[in-house]
């Protein structure tokens, strides 16, 4: 899908081509960052290759050089539940591929626009939303968007046309066509589709629910 750049005047940083061809970011919390690796790997297998590591998990910045140099260029791996400058900066300089706030921080988005770096943050009402956009947010993240629902797209839509929107909070698996239908940039599923696997669940299982969700996104696309 092609991507809007909003405002002539904006900074804007595109999506990457892994998040456009895939359309899923996978939310990883977990006691420990030690315990990201397989997980990733699980969701690797079954083609969901965005990976955000949510600083409310201990040691991701310990473990993000290690998953880098481990997954390389196979996927991407960003940092989410940003919410300052200084945790943004530290992110950036390890190389973190993209950034996700939980809310509207535009000093956080202006460090990742300065960077090339894309940004997704977190916002509700649509003064949040529009002010990340105008900041130059590559797209915002409706949080949560079980709270609204995919028609909520429709509505935002009317006074910001251009406005990119990665749904995030409570999306189900279930969830993911009607979203895209309305015309979601991407799906951010964390609990949903994750579930167990932090704590001593099949992983094969979890390998499973990444395949249904891609196979969801692709159905959905060729219907379009």
């Keep these: ?3 809007a750049k909003g405002h002539e005047n904006s900074v804007r940083t595109s999506p990457s081509a892994t998040l456009l061809s895939t359309r899923v970011v996978a939310v ?5 960052a030690r315990d990201y690796a397989p997980v990733i790997a699980a969701l690797q297998q079954g083609g ?3 990976i955000e590591l949510t600083l409310s998990t201990a040691g991701v910045f310990t473990e993000l050089p290690v998953l880098q140099k481990q997954f390389g260029s196979d996927l991407e791996i960003g940092v989410g539940t940003v ?13 973190a591929a993209f950034l996700v706030t939980p809310t509207t921080e535009p000093d956080v988005i202006t460090a990742c626009t300065r960077r090339g770096v894309p940004v997704y ?11 990340g956009w105008k900041t130059g947010a590559t797209a915002v993240k409706v949080f949560p968007a079980s709270t609204v629902g995919a028609g909520y797209i429709s509505q935002l ?4 046309p251009d406005l990119e929107i990665i749904p995030s909070g409570g999306v189900n698996i279930e969830d993911v066509p009607s979203w895209i239908e309305a015309g979601a940039l991407a799906v951010s599923l964390g609990g949903p589709l ?9 992983l ?16 959905t696309e060729a219907k379009q």
């Design 1 to 3: 899908m092609p991507f």
């Design 28 to 32: 990883l919390r977990a006691q420990d």
């Design 48 to 50: 969901v290759l965005s």
């Design 83 to 95: 919410t300052s400058v200084e945790e943004a900066e530290t992110a950036l300089a390890l190389g």
């Design 121 to 131: 943050p977190g916002g509700l009402t649509p003064t949040e939303l529009h002010t």
């Design 157 to 160: 839509r009317g006074p910001f």
């Design 194 to 202: 994750i579930g167990d696997a932090f704590k001593g669940g099949d």
């Design 204 to 219: 094969a299982q979890l390998t499973a629910r990444a395949r249904r969700v891609r196979a969801l996104v692709e159905q």
